[in-house]
Antibody
Framework: QVQLQESGPGLVRPSETLSLTCTVS????????WNWIRQPPGKGLEWIAY???????KSNPSLNSRVTISVDTSKNQVSLKVTSVTAADTAVYFC???????????WGQGTLVIVSS | QSALTQPRSVSGSPGQSITISCTGT?????????VSWYQQHPGKAPKLILY???KRPSGVPDRFSGSKSGNTASLTVSGLQAEDEAVYYC???????????FGGGTRLTVL
């Protein structure tokens, strides 16, 4: 059974870059799309971006210019960077596998990132 | 593009059925059969319970069912159980620009 684990700093200062890694175990990173989705405290879900094993990417237009997503197939890892963060970027960040179009069947436990000075 | 519209809360007694609506537009729900639903318990990651409008992943009880009419998708939970109490999110593909939209979430309370 595939497992996803997010990791990264829990605190990021305003205007800096948020960097997170999702490590996939129990399965190959190939043949699927891998997504980042976030959830501000007490609020709903927001899709951030996806990448597939060959490096094809797509990101939310509202975040497009600030988001970079990458994949390292040798390490079975997917990474996310969000630049110029503000308090509005404070959220639990989840990585999720997309099994079929628009269906996220496996999720990490999520990691809380707080943007504060 | 705005998030999909869901009621903030619904409730029902054990054994009853409830339906949660998810309203979008002709550019998302109305144009694609790529609607999925997620169940989220407090402090947990969302769990996929329906995809492609009506399909259930392995292990999801058939008490959960989905449908779509026009720009609105619906999730029906039959035979409510205490463990169904959670927040439910709908999600739709929204075309090659916007790509993925979520609803704001609906809190289901089992009375």
């Amino acid at each position: 059974q595939v497992q996803l684990q997010e990791s990264g700093p829990g605190l990021v200062r305003p205007s800096e870059t948020l960097s997170l890694t999702c490590t996939v175990s129990g399965g190959s990173i190939s043949s699927y799309y891998w997504n980042w989705i976030r959830q501000p405290p007490g609020k709903g879900l927001e899709w951030i971006a996806y990448i597939n094993y060959s490096g094809t990417t797509k990101s939310n237009p509202s975040l497009n210019s600030r988001v970079t997503i990458s994949v390292d197939t040798s390490k079975n890892q997917v990474s996310l960077k969000v630049t110029s963060v503000t308090a509005a970027d404070t959220a639990v960040y989840f990585c999720a596998r997309e099994l079929y179009s628009n269906s996220f069947d496996a999720w990490g436990q999520g990691t809380l990132v707080i943007v504060s000075s | 593009q705005s998030a999909l519209t869901q009621p903030r809360s619904v409730s029902g007694s054990p054994g009853q059925s409830i339906t949660i609506s998810c309203t979008g537009t002709s550019s998302d729900i109305g144009d694609y059969n790529y609607v999925s639903w997620y169940q989220q318990h407090p402090g947990k990651a969302p769990k996929l319970i329906l995809y492609h409008v009506t399909k259930r992943p392995s292990g999801v009880p058939d008490r959960f069912s989905g449908s779509k009419s026009g720009n609105t998708a619906s999730l029906t939970v039959s035979g409510l159980q205490a463990e169904d109490e959670a927040v439910y999110y709908c999600c739709s593909y929204a075309g090659s620009y916007t790509f993925v939209l979520f609803g704001g979430g609906t809190r289901l309370t089992v009375l």
